[in-house]
């Protein structure tokens, strides 16, 4: 199954099921960042994870309208933004979410 994957003031890309294995990984770490309140920790996850999508992701035509299905911050959000836009991830613990399902 092929998901859509939109970077914040970028594109949009199409990630198949193998990709995304690498991008949660990746996600995880940034997830942590977040939790953690660690900057450094945060830029550098960011930074690999847009670069994992850029490297690895099908751009969307922009003419091709099609619905999102994760979002990830912009390159060069900051922290204190990131934590505005996806408190998400504060409110329910990856640990917990999974033990939900």
């Known amino acids: 199954?092929?998901?859509?994957?939109?970077?914040?003031s970028d594109n949009q890309y199409r990630m198949t099921d193998v990709q995304m294995h690498e991008f949660d990984?990746?996600?995880?770490?940034?997830?942590d960042a977040l939790?953690?309140?660690?900057?450094?920790k945060f830029r550098a996850s960011l930074q690999r994870?847009?670069?994992?999508?850029?490297?690895n992701g099908q751009?969307?035509?922009?003419?091709?309208?099609?619905?999102?299905?994760?979002?990830v911050p912009a390159a060069d959000m900051s922290l204190a933004e990131a934590k505005q836009h996806f408190t998400p991830y504060n409110e329910t613990p990856r640990e917990e979410a999974a033990s939900e399902e």
């Open 25 to 31: 990984l990746i996600d995880n770490d940034l997830e």
């Open 59 to 71: 751009v969307v035509p922009i003419e091709e309208l099609v619905e999102s299905d994760l979002i």
């Open 1 to 8: 199954m092929v998901k859509i994957v939109r970077i914040m």
């Open 49 to 55: 994870l847009t670069d994992y999508i850029h490297a």
């Open 35 to 40: 939790n953690e309140d660690d900057d450094a």
